[in-house]
């Protein structure tokens, strides 16, 4: 299975300003996922990020507010932007395994997000 | 109605014990069926992977998929305090299609 790095792994920011965080990968894959996992809740996709092309979001989640890059096949970022504390919350990426599609999915360690 | 339900717990159990963990869907196109665990402070870990109906094993670790029933279930034997996590249940139709999860299940072991 692949390794992902995740950067921060924690931060604690200020209502209103934006934090990125990025997701490495040692290895080149096809399709890599942002989700947020908040207090005592399971996961929720945010957006698939495809390299060379704009990530697709699922439904609540737009593009202003949480921007994603997908500069190569090893790397992506999620900027969460304008914070409030809404948006406290473990932040994670994945990326698909050698199963068919998207069906194995391994995880980054999260990036835990405290908005004050 | 969720597409995936998993009962939250907590669970716990003596140490050595077999734990049955389940989860019911309700979207008959899933054919895929995943189990995570997931520490705390730390990201999901995938455990076991199960295409359609079936069983599969792994060491004390134990998949069964009925798709008749929209039901499957994680079976741990000879359950130890290093168990302790929350199990997450995770399926999709394949095929790049989206990943659902269910909202996990808290096991404790106890020595």
């Known amino acids: 299975s692949a390794v992902i790095s995740q950067k921060p792994s924690r931060d604690i920011c200020q209502r209103g300003t934006s934090l990125t965080i990025q997701c490495q990968v040692d290895s080149q894959v096809t399709m890599m996922f942002w989700y947020r996992q908040q207090p005592g809740q399971s996961l929720t996709l945010i957006a698939t990020?495809?390299?060379?092309?704009?990530?697709?979001?699922e439904s609540g989640f737009v593009i202003d507010k949480f921007p994603i890059s997908r500069p190569n096949l090893t790397f992506s970022t999620l900027t969460v932007s304008n914070m409030s504390p809404e948006d406290s919350s473990i932040y994670l990426c994945s990326v698909a395994g050698q199963a068919s599609g998207t069906d194995t999915q391994y995880f980054g360690p999260g990036t835990r997000l405290t908005v004050l | 109605q969720k597409e995936v339900e998993q009962d939250p717990g907590p669970l716990s159990v003596p140490e050595g014990a077999i734990v049955s963990l389940n989860c019911t869907y309700s979207n008959s196109a899933f054919q895929y069926f995943m189990w995570y665990r997931q520490y705390s402070r730390k990201g999901p870990e995938l455990l076991m992977y199960?295409?359609?109906?079936g069983n599969k094993e792994d060491g004390r670790f134990t998949a069964q998929v009925d798709k008749s029933s929209k039901y499957i279930s994680l079976f741990i034997r000879d359950s130890q305090p290093s168990d302790s996590a929350t199990y997450l249940c995770a399926m999709s139709a394949g095929g790049y299609q989206k990943v659902t999860f269910g909202t996990g299940t808290k096991l404790q072991v106890i020595p």
């Open positions: 199960t295409y359609s109906s």
């Open positions: 990020a495809n390299q060379g092309s704009e990530a697709t979001y």
